[in-house]
């Protein structure tokens, strides 16, 4: 039974979760109206542009709501965006308790909701599983507070650190249940990065595709310095709203752009930093342009690269139980590496997850310590 203000803000997340994929530029957020130890009122952000999660529980709560007490995930918005001030529909509701997990962070509106509700009466407190509000809306707090996409990296390996056979062979490194998880994950990401070897090698369609439901297709980001992908790949030719963009570098002649112009595949021009791609620069085109989320799956150069890059966020690393037994398969990356273990990249806030015979490592990038 939900008796506590931790029982009631872990119901408004567990609701807020719904809106994976859905709500991007826009935070994840859930909400409950709960009166006398009792729900009376649910509901969620379901898309963007849409009724914000207090409407959507306000209006199921309808006059139940009177002297009730909101548990918001995310402090209520007091400015006029796509919808109307959620403030004033709390006021009007008659509620006179108001819990938030965490406060807008939106440098431009922080605050300004909760000061409002308290102005007119309502008693606010803020802070209330925080950090686990904080962790589910990580996209929205990275993109609004730097206009840079958060980037998760993932790869696929057997025990032994290889994403390939010394051929190429990847299909498949890890099982059944990883790659329906991998599919989650690209249904809730603006975008999903690979290198032109992973499409010369494997002809990838890098859509979403998920059980028993339509997802959402990231935009597929194809670095290809030279221009060189074929007209007849996979990635090319697909039936998806989803848009394909072929980052590329200066030296490519304008014909060879525009032929793929020509076909409304849209193709990005970036700096090159010792022959490829500058990560660090195309990170901020793309937030410019309103990718909020990357997904990087790879392959083993572009791995090293991004994370050499400082780009990385988030690690999801899967492990099959398998041995590829030899040393002249594909490792995770490729390239140098560090002199001393010192200077390995720290990884923060491990987890561990099962996905039937495999397991998922996943961390965040420790930016507090120097590598």
């Given at each position: ?76 918005c007091n400015h006029q965006g796509r ?22 962070p939106n440098p431009d509106v922080r ?261």
């Amino acid at each position: 039974m939900l008796k506590t203000d931790a029982d009631f803000m872990g119901k408004a997340l567990d609701l807020a979760r719904q809106g994976w994929g859905y709500t991007a530029p826009n935070p994840m957020v859930g909400a409950v109206v709960v009166r006398d130890g009792k729900i009376v009122g649910q509901g969620f952000h379901r898309m963007v542009g849409g009724p914000h999660a207090e409407i959507h529980a306000l209006e199921d709560a309808g006059e139940s709501a009177r002297g009730a007490t909101l548990y918001v995930t995310l402090e209520p918005c007091n400015h006029q965006g796509r919808t109307p001030p959620c403030t004033h529909r709390v006021i009007r509701s008659g509620v006179r308790r108001v819990v938030v997990a965490m406060e807008d962070p939106n440098p431009d509106v922080r605050g300004g909701g909760n000061a409002f509700l308290r102005s007119r009466g309502i008693e606010v407190e803020v802070g209330v599983l925080e950090n686990a509000a904080r962790k589910l809306n990580e996209i929205f707090i990275k993109f609004i507070t730097t206009q840079q996409p958060f980037v998760i990296l993932k790869c696929a390996a057997t025990l032994d650190g290889r994403i390939a056979t010394r051929t190429g062979d990847s299909k498949w490194v890890s099982g059944e249940k990883s790659r329906e998880y991998v599919h989650q994950i690209r249904h809730g990401v603006d975008g999903i990065l690979v290198g032109i070897g992973t499409v010369l090698a494997d002809d990838p369609s890098l859509t979403t595709r998920l059980e028993g439901r339509k997802g959402l297709d990231p935009t597929r980001i194809i670095l290809d310095t030279r221009l060189s992908i074929s007209t007849d790949a996979k990635i090319l030719n697909l039936d998806s709203d989803a848009e394909t963009i072929l980052v590329t570098g200066d030296a490519v002649s304008e014909k060879k752009k525009q032929a793929f112009k020509n076909r409304s595949i849209r193709v990005l021009e970036a700096p090159l930093k010792d022959g490829r791609i500058s990560l660090p620069l195309l990170m901020s085109r793309l937030g410019y342009i309103g990718i909020t989320s990357l997904l990087i799956e790879g392959g083993s150069r572009v791995i090293t690269s991004a994370l050499h890059s400082r780009i990385v966020d988030k690690i999801c690393f899967f492990y099959a139980p398998k041995i590829l037994g030899g040393d002249d398969g594909v490792p995770i990356c490729s390239g140098p590496g560090p002199d001393y273990m010192r200077q390995c990249i720290p990884i923060r806030d491990t987890e561990i997850h099962r996905f039937g015979e495999d397991m998922m490592i996943q961390g965040y990038i420790d930016r507090t310590k120097t590598w």
